[in-house]
């Protein structure tokens, strides 16, 4: 079992419950945009937000975004370490960096130090396009060079009396990526950050994220994750909370169950379903909604769920645990099924 790190108010680590985390694209000085996609992602149920903070104007927009969200915010820092400490003034809650590019012994210690007093973790973030040299140069482009590379980074830290530390080693190949991370399991007790780099968009993405995060995951190997995919971030969380469902390690969700069709459907089950989905997205307790296309056999074939609906050609039957409670109309079913369940304590 890894140590546990506090990050705000969640814990990870330590046998904690996987987080799961994803990065803003927008440019951070420009608070409103950044803030309205943090709360997208809040919204979908992302844990942890990291920001690129890449300039001093980026550094001094992290106090104004904090104001407006609840989520922990990670400053992602390359280069300069004078952002990294100007971000930490500001209030971030976790900083990210390599510090193989940070500038050297003296600023890595700087930025230890003022994480140190702020009381916030440290990510060490190592990638297969910013190895240490001295671990490229002894073991080649390899898993063997991601896994050293982030365990000489962490021993810098740790040089300067710094050990509250998360570790990623990350690269686009699904194999060498989840071996790097078999060595680090095996190397240290600090908390994992897994996940697949530049994974690419769409369903290759997602399948080299599944794999590589998964894998890892079903052997206990992984402490918080995020999914990479080109585009908008959000996507990244509801693929992330996909997983998390599949594999076990999150139950308290709310999960829409729907009957495949047939040419008895009345209302579009595909798009209803992916509404209360998306709707519902964020909330962390166990309830169960059925979307039925008919009321031949959805009305039985629903009767397990907590709530449900039952399709009619106009109005359709809104049910409870299988008993038929009104009719409601098709183009209100969304928002019937929405104040129930708000009426039941699940919002």
């Known amino acids: 079992m890894t140590k546990s790190i506090r990050l705000k108010n969640l814990v990870i680590g330590g046998g904690a419950d996987i987080t799961v985390q994803s990065m803003t694209n927008t440019r951070t000085e420009d608070v409103l945009a950044t803030v309205a996609q ?21 550094a001094d927009a992290v106090a104004a975004i904090k104001r407006e969200v609840e989520v922990p915010l990670v ?15 500001n209030g971030i ?30 990510r060490v973030g190592v990638n297969g396009g910013s190895l240490d040299k001295s671990s490229l140069d002894k073991y080649g482009y390899s898993a063997e060079a991601l896994a050293d590379s982030a365990l000489k980074s962490v021993s810098l830290l740790e040089k300067c009396g710094f050990y509250d530390i998360v570790i990623s080693a990350k690269c686009s190949e699904v194999a060498m990526n989840a071996k790097a991370y078999r060595i680090l399991s095996k190397s240290t007790d600090y908390p994992l950050h897994i996940g697949v780099t530049e994974a690419g968009g769409g369903d290759l993405a997602l399948a080299k994220s599944y794999i590589g995060i998964g894998s890892l995951l ?48 009345e209302i579009n089950v595909e798009a209803l379903s992916a509404e209360v989905r998306r709707a519902t ?35 359709s039957a809104l049910i409870k645990h299988g008993k038929v409670i009104r009719t409601v109309s098709n183009d209100k079913i969304l928002d019937e099924l929405l104040r129930e369940m708000k009426e039941a304590g699940i919002d």
């Open 218 to 265: 079903l052997d206990g190997i992984g402490d918080t994750i995020r999914v990479s995919v080109t585009g908008d971030p959000v996507q990244e969380v509801y693929a992330a909370d996909t997983m998390l469902r599949a594999l076990g390690k999150r139950k308290d969700f709310v999960e829409v169950i729907s009957c495949p069709t047939c040419a008895r459907t």
């Open 281 to 315: 997205a964020h909330i962390r307790k166990k309830y169960t909604v059925a979307i039925m296309g008919c009321v031949v056999n959805g009305i039985g074939e629903g009767s397990h769920a907590d709530i449900g609906i039952a399709g009619g050609r106009e109005k």
């Open 38 to 58: 943090i709360k997208r992602l809040e919204r979908a149920g992302c844990d942890i937000v990291r920001m690129s903070v890449n300039t001093p104007l980026a």
């Open 75 to 89: 400053a992602d820092i390359h280069f300069d370490h004078l952002l990294a400490l100007r971000a930490i003034e």
């Open 93 to 122: 809650d976790k900083i990210r960096i390599n510090p193989s590019n940070i500038g050297g012994e003296k600023a890595l210690a700087e930025v230890a130090s003022a994480a140190k007093d702020h009381g916030i973790p440290i």
